[in-house]
T-cell receptor, first 112, second 113 residues
Framework: EPEVTQTPSHQVTQMGQEVILRCVPI?????FYWYRQILGQKVEFLVS????????KSEIFDDQFSVERPDGSNFTLKIRSTKLEDSAMYFC??????????FGSGTRLTVV | DAKTTQPPSMDCAEGRAANLPCNHS???????VYWYRQIHSQGPQYIIH???NNETNEMASLIITEDRKSSTLILPHATLRDTAVYYC??????????????FGQGTTLQVKP
């Protein structure tokens, strides 16, 4: 069964550093998403991406965040200057049509 | 998107059916009921969705009441691996290029041996 692949599975970074979280969506999917989940809290929508541009973003997705699909296969989330409160699980997801999303297994980001 | 209400937690004996309820009394005619689950800290997993008819797939069955104000997800023979948080989400079909999901707190299902 096709999978959404996320790397790395765990990233530790120092506060103020830039991090890039990587995702390889399912190849024939058209819509791409990033979600995050702070430990013990709900899964929160960050951003959706379609046709090589952001189609919607949440209030969480401020100027410190950016997304890119650089080569038609990878989908990346960049956090420019990490804060302690950015520590969370980050999930990439993709979908092709009106059926369900496929989520990746997540990247655990720890900011120290 | 319509608001949903789910019990915070439920227990189920292994091998028995798990019936997870969801109330969505403000659902509108073009909104679907979607179910996802999250096992431990893994990414959410799509289970099933429906509009008004009952649906069944290899994972579960979805029963939607005639007035569509509530639904029940049924796992026919729960196993320990079905222990997870189950989310009921009501939204219009993914007709737009956003199609974001809004997750609530869900129901934590504990399957016990």
């Amino acid at each position: 069964e096709p999978e959404v692949t996320q790397t790395p599975s765990h990233q530790v970074t120092q506060m103020g550093q830039e991090v890039i979280l990587r995702c390889v969506p399912i190849s024939n999917h058209l819509y791409f998403y990033w979600y995050r989940q702070i430990l013990g809290q709900k899964v929160e929508f960050l951003v959706s991406f379609y046709n090589n541009e952001i189609s919607e973003k949440s209030e969480i997705f401020d100027d410190q965040f950016s997304v890119e699909r650089p080569d038609g296969s990878n989908f990346t989330l960049k956090i420019r200057s990490t804060k302690l409160e950015d520590s969370a699980m980050y999930f990439c997801a993709s979908r092709r049509d009106s059926y369900g999303y496929t989520f990746g297994s997540g990247t655990r980001l720890t900011v120290v | 998107d319509a608001k949903t209400t789910q019990p915070p937690s439920m227990d189920c004996a292994e091998g028995r059916a798990a019936n997870l309820p969801c109330n969505h009394s403000t659902i509108s005619g073009n909104e679907y009921v979607y179910w996802y689950r999250q096992i431990h800290s893994q990414g959410p997993q799509y289970i099933i969705h429906g509009l008004k008819n009952n649906e069944t797939n290899e994972m579960a069955s979805l029963i939607i009441t005639e007035d569509r104000k509530s639904s029940t997800l049924i796992l026919p023979h729960a196993t320990l691996r079905d222990t997870a948080v189950y989310y009921c989400i009501v939204r219009v079909a993914y007709t737009s290029n956003t199609g974001k999901l809004i997750f609530g707190q869900g129901t934590t299902l504990q399957v016990k041996p």
